[in-house]
């Protein structure tokens, strides 16, 4: 059965702090594969926690193992421009994410 996880993902030193995201290298292709992830249902949400620059997601996956899957096949991921910094299993009282 098909869960949501909360992820917040993290830049790392191969980040370019000076270039917006739009202008890192590799950006047409991460946008592209995390687009994908959200037509499929895979991604609930996803945003910028501006006090910090991490990302929030909200994954709808059957376990944590899936979401580290596919977040491992995103272009920044692989190239170690961010990292998944933490990852947990959500159990939503209030509101709806409809996929």
């Keep these: 059965m098909k869960q949501h996880f909360a992820v917040i993902v993290q830049r790392t030193s191969k980040w370019d702090n000076s270039t917006p995201p739009e202008q890192q290298p590799g950006f047409p292709d991460h946008l592209a594969y995390m687009g994908g992830l959200e037509k499929s249902g895979a991604i609930a949400l996803a945003g910028l926690?501006?006090?910090?620059?991490?990302?929030?997601?909200?994954?709808?996956?059957?376990?944590?193992?899936?979401?580290?899957?596919?977040?491992g096949k995103d272009p920044w991921q692989r190239e170690g421009k961010v990292c998944i910094a933490r990852i947990e299993q959500l159990a939503l009282r209030i509101g709806n994410i409809k996929i």
């Design 49 to 71: 926690m501006t006090s910090t620059n991490d990302v929030l997601f909200v994954f709808l996956a059957e376990s944590e193992d899936e979401v580290r899957d596919l977040l």
